[in-house]
């Protein structure tokens, strides 16, 4: 039997903004599997933040609006909890790292009351109990001189370092789910490559599930075990990471692909995918992706694709795939 940790049923997350209100997810649905790592790739704006902060409910109330869906987390629907009870998930339960360490760092507070904060709000544990408990989670994440770090300020640290705290922090109540967002845009590759090393350790010594959200298809391949490909606030395309490199089926996807810089050599132009991801407000009624598609046929204007298996664990939205299928093209 399948052990899924988290199952999200038909998310839809809005936003009220001058001239109406737009589904910035519309209608997400997917499993996680205990222990493994789920990449959620995507332009700018696809949806990918708003679907972690959808999960995490941290959608800004003002102006934005879970609509519909589930959130089970273990079997439970985390959008009936009572915020109180949502507070003990977060962080405790589940955790989540943003995409620039240093702005989500507190400057003002050292590193070590940063950490011992969570520990004593979400298990009480302080004094001497939380001075070990943070050094434990400073070495843990691979920092060296933890013991004068606790007394340091974000600023008197680099970038890959703060992003080390951040992890620290986020693993501090061993979560059983962790949703990195961007987690090494910020960081030059060196780092970058020594974060997600450390994600993935951590991972395994944890026995964690992992949603890492990027637009970078080199830090999908590097943690991820499953990859869902996100694009004006749905998902197009589903499958596990060899499956989605070796046989990308979405015109979005292969253009993903194809505009990859590590495939070109020194000075040959770039590829990459004509057009911009649409504005909200400026969705059609069919695929969203019609615009910029090279594919596109006079039904991707007028109907939207369903999200289809096509083979075990192999999840597509195209009509063009359909036809195909069909023996139509
Ligand atoms: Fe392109 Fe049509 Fe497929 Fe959309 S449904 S990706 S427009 S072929």
């Given at each position: 039997m399948e052990?899924n ?6 998310l839809?997350t809005?936003?009220?903004?001058s001239?109406?209100?737009f589904?910035a997810v519309?209608g ?9 790592v789920?990449?959620?790739v995507?332009e ?5 933040s708003v679907t972690a902060m959808?999960i ?8 934005g609006?879970?609509e519909?869906?589930?959130v089970?987390?273990e ?6 909890l009572k915020?109180l009870?949502?507070?003990r998930v977060?962080?405790n339960?589940?955790s989540?790292i ?5 702005i989500s760092l507190?400057p ?7 950490i ?14 939380n001075?070990?408990?943070v050094i434990?989670?400073?070495k843990l ?5 933890e ?21 620290a922090m ?7 789910l ?11 590759v ?5 974060v ?10 944890l ?18 075990d499953?990859?869902?490909v ?5 998902v197009v395309e589903?499958?596990p ?5 070796d ?9 993903l692909m194809?505009?990859?810089?590590e ?8 590829k990459?995918i004509?057009g ?6 400026e969705?059609?009624e ?5 615009n ?7 039904i991707?204007?007028r109907?939207k ?6 083979k075990?664990g192999h ?13 139509k093209l």
């Amino acid at each position: 039997m399948e052990d899924n940790i988290l199952e999200v049923r038909d998310l839809t997350t809005s936003f009220k903004v001058s001239g109406g209100k737009f589904k910035a997810v519309d209608g997400v649905s997917f499993k996680l599997k205990r222990g493994k790592v789920l990449g959620i790739v995507g332009e700018s704006g696809c949806g990918k933040s708003v679907t972690a902060m959808s999960i995490m409910r941290l959608i800004e109330k003002q102006n934005g609006l879970i609509e519909n869906g589930e959130v089970l987390f273990e079997g439970i629907n985390l959008l009936d909890l009572k915020e109180l009870d949502m507070n003990r998930v977060r962080g405790n339960e589940i955790s989540m790292i943003f995409q620039e360490p240093m702005i989500s760092l507190n400057p003002v507070i050292k590193i070590g009351n940063q950490i011992g904060e969570i520990l004593k709000v979400h298990r009480n544990i302080t004094g001497a109990q939380n001075k070990k408990r943070v050094i434990e989670m400073l070495k843990l994440v691979g920092i060296k001189r933890e013991e004068e770090i606790i007394n340091e300020y974000p600023h008197q640290l680099s970038g890959g370092m703060c992003q080390r705290v951040m992890i620290a922090m986020a693993l501090c109540c061993t979560p059983k789910l962790l949703i990195a967002d961007e987690p090494t845009t910020a960081l030059d590759v060196t780092v970058q490559a020594q974060v997600l090393d450390l994600i993935n350790d951590i991972k395994d010594k944890l026995n964690m599930s992992v949603i890492v959200i990027t637009h970078d298809l080199g830090v999908i391949c590097e943690v991820s075990d499953e990859v869902m490909v996100m694009y004006a606030g749905n998902v197009v395309e589903k499958a596990p990471v060899e499956e989605i490199f070796d046989n990308p089926i979405h015109p979005y996807t292969m253009g993903l692909m194809n505009s990859r810089p590590e495939d070109f050599k020194k000075g040959e132009p770039l590829k990459c995918i004509k057009g911009k991801v649409p504005k909200l407000s400026e969705l059609s009624e069919g695929c969203k992706f019609v615009n910029r598609c090279d594919y596109a046929m006079d039904i991707c204007k007028r109907c939207k694709p369903q999200l289809k298996t096509i083979k075990s664990g192999h999840d597509v939205s195209c009509f063009k795939y359909d036809l195909e299928e069909e023996g139509k093209l």
